[in-house]
Each structure stands twice: as C-alpha cells, then as structure tokens.
C-alpha cells in the first residue's frame, strides 16, 4: 500500500462527519471551503460506505414514493 493511501485510510474525520458530507454531496449544495475541509479530513472508505448507504436510502424512498402513488392512482 502507498504511503499516500495509508495516510487518507488514517484520516480521523468521524462517520457521522462523513454521512453529512455525503448528505450535502447528493443534496448538491457545498461551498467550496467545505468541500476542501472534508477532502483534507474525510476517511476515503468512510466516504465509499456513506455514499453506497445513501444511495440505498435514496433507492428506498423512490420506492416508497412510487407505491404510494401507484395505490393513491389505483384506489381513485
């Protein structure tokens, strides 16, 4: 492993700091001071697992949505 990859493995940023970062990435919304914060500070793995865990809540809520109209559409 390189050096490099061993140092952004280590960063200690907490999960919960990851997620929101992750958050405000699929939200859209960053200013650019943040961005080069979390990105001098974010976990890189951290940042793989909130991102694959938000695209599954942002799965799971299309579907929902979706059902719900479908049977809204369907009952009137």
């Known amino acids: 492993m390189s050096e490099d990859l061993k140092q952004a493995v280590q960063r ?5 700091a990851t997620m929101k970062a992750v958050f405000w990435s699929f939200f ?3 200013k650019r001071r943040d961005y080069e914060s979390d990105a001098a500070r974010l976990n890189p793995v951290h940042v793989i697992i909130a991102g694959i865990i938000g695209a ?4 799971a809520i299309l579907v929902v949505i979706v059902k ?9």
């Open 12 to 16: 200690k940023a907490s999960f919960g």
């Open 28 to 30: 859209g919304v960053r």
């Open 56 to 59: 599954l809540v942002f799965v």
């Open 68 to 76: 719900v109209v479908v049977a809204n559409a369907a009952g009137g």
